[in-house]
C-alpha cells in the first residue's frame, strides 16, 4: 500500500506541475503528460514500470473514455455514418495494414507475423487524438469529423482482429524465446496476461474456440444492454440515493472489464460496445455525468504511463533505428491517410489535420501485440521493439498537431475559404452569428439552463468559443442546408445576430418562410434596418446600440440634476415611445426610398417626436407635484 501511495503521489504530482506548463506554452496536456511520465520515468526514475497498479487503474481512463464514445453514437447515428465509417475508416485500416505488413515481410519475417504486425500499428490512438482535437476545439471541424471516423472504424475494427487473430496463431511446441521479457507497462496493453491463466475462460483453447467465446462475450454485453440495464437502473432510481447512480455506472465499466479480460479481449471495446447499447437509454446522460469526472483524470494517468513505461534501456541501445522506425512508421501512415483523404473529397487545413492526426500507432496496437504474444504469432523480442516504436509514435503526436498549427494558419492567409462543418446536434435556440452582439446573447440563454447551437463563419471565433463550452459550428448562417442541420424545423428561437445587416435580413426572411411559426429575434444596424427586419417577419428586433444608447442617456439625465428615479421613468417612457414609433413609421416606410424623401415618413416622425417630449414633460410635472405635496 506504502509502495501504491508512493507511486499515485509522484504521477499526481508531476501532472500538477508539468500540465499547466505545457498548457501555458500552448503545447496542449497530452504533450504535457507524456513529458511528465518521462521526467519521473525514464530521467529520474521516480517511478518504475513494474508499478503495474496505478498503471491497471489509469488505464479506466481509456475504458471510460471509449465507453462515453459508445454513448454518444446510438446504432442509426453510426448507420448515418457508414460511407465515412466503411470508406475511410476501413480503406485506411486496409491500405496501412497491407503496406506495414510489406515492411515485416521485407524484413524477413513469417506472414502470419507480419500480417499481425501490420494491424496492431494500423490503428490509431484514440486517447491522444480525441482529447488534442476537443482541447483545440477542432472536434467539430470537416477534418475533426473525418478523424473521429476513422478512429471510430479502428475502435469497432479491434473486435473482428482479436476474433481473428487466433487463427493466425503458429503451432509449435515451443514458444518463441523470451530473452528480455516483454515490458509491463500497460494493463490495457496485456489485457488480460498479469491476472494469471487461473482467470482465463480462453486458455488452452483452440483457435476456434476462441473466435466463438469471444463472439459470444459481445453478444452476451448487447444482450445484457438491451434487457438487463433499465430495470437495474430503476431499481436503484427508486433509493434515491444519488451516489448510486455513480456506483452503478462504474459497475457497469468494470464488470464489462472484467468480463472483457476473463475471454482475453480488450476491456475498452467491451465499454465501446455497452455505450452503443446503451445510447437509447433514458439513463444515458446520468452515466454521461457521473462518468466525466473519472474519465479525464484516469485518461492523463494513462498518458503519463505511456511516458514513463518506455524501456530506456532498449531505446538507448539502439536510439536512432527506433526513432527511425517510429517517423518511418509516421510517414507511411502520413502518406496513406493523405491520398484516401483526397480521395473523399478533403482540402486543404481539413486534409493535413486529417493526416497528421492519425499518423501515429496508438493504445490498441499494445492490446493486439499482446494477444499476438499470447498466441505465440509474434516473437518478444520484436513485440519489445514495436512496444516501443508505438510509444515512440504516440510521443511524436502532439508535435504533429504543432506543424498543424503552422499550417493551419499560412493556409488561413492563403488558402480557399473554410468549407461549412457537420452539425451532429441541435438545440432549441439557434443562434446565428457569435460576435460581441451574439456571445452576449449566448451566454445568459446558456446560464438560465438553455442548450444553445451558434453558426458562424468565423473558424477562429469558433474555435475560441468551443473552448469556452459554446457549440459552435463553422459556417454560412443564410445556408438552408446549414439551418436545416442545425434543426431549424424543431427549435423555438433564432436569433439573428450577424455583422452583415444585409445577411440578417436574407436569413430572417428565409427562416420566416420555412417555419411561419417560428420566434425570430434580429439584430438591427439602424432604424431603416429595423424596418427592413420587420417587413421580413422577425418578431423582436433589437438595434445594436439602442439600449447602451439609452442608458448613456439616462447618466446624463442624472448628472444633469435628475433623481435616480426620475432618469429611470424617463428612459423607460423614451423606450416605449419608441417602440410604438416604429411599428407606425414601418408601415410608411418605402424599400429603395431613403426617409428624408418621403414626406408622409418625416411629417408622422415629426409629429410623434412632439409626443414624446409632451410625454417627458407630463412626466416631469407629475413628478414635480408629488414632491411638493
Known sequence: MESFLYQASI????????VPIAARL??????????AGIVIGPILGLVGAETEELQHVAEFGVVMMLFLIGLELDPRALWDMRHRLVGLGGLQILFSTLALMGVALAAGYAWQTSLAVGLALSLSSTAIVLQTLSEKGLMQTKGGRSAFSVLLTQDIAVIPILAFLPLLAIDQVAHFSSDGSIQR???????????????????????WAVTLVTIGAVAFIVVAGIYLTRPVFRFIHSTNLREMYTALALLIVVGISFLMTLVGLSPALGAFLAGVVLANSEFRHELESDLEPFKGMLLGLFFITVGAGINYRL??????DLIGLALLLILLKGMILYFVGRAFGLQGKAQWLFTLSLAQAGEFGF????????????????SEKLLLIIALSMLITPLLFIIYDILSRRLTESGPAPEPEEIDTQGPVIIAGIGRFGQIVDRLVRASGYSTIVLDNNMETIQLMRRFGVKGFLGDPTRPELLKAAGLSKAHVLVAAMDQPEEVTKLVAYARRQRPDLHIIARAYDRNHVYELYQAGADDIVREMFDTSLRAGRYVLENMGLSDYEAAQAEQTFYAHDRRTIRELADLWIPGVHPRDNDNYIERSLELERDLENELLELAQEEQERKTG
Open 11 to 18: 504521477y499526481l504530482a508531476a501532472a500538477v506541475i508539468a
Open 26 to 35: 500552448g503545447l496542449g496536456s497530452v504533450l504535457g503528460y507524456l513529458a
Open 185 to 207: 507497462a500497460h494493463s490495457v496493453v496485456e489485457h488480460g496476461e498479469h491476472h494469471g491463466p487461473e482467470l482465463s475462460l480462453v486458455a488452452g483453447l483452440p483457435g
Open 315 to 320: 531505446f538507448f541501445s539502439s536510439p536512432g
Open 367 to 382: 492490446v493486439l501485440l499482446a494477444f499476438s504474444l499470447q498466441l505465440n504469432v509474434i516473437p518478444p523480442a520484436l
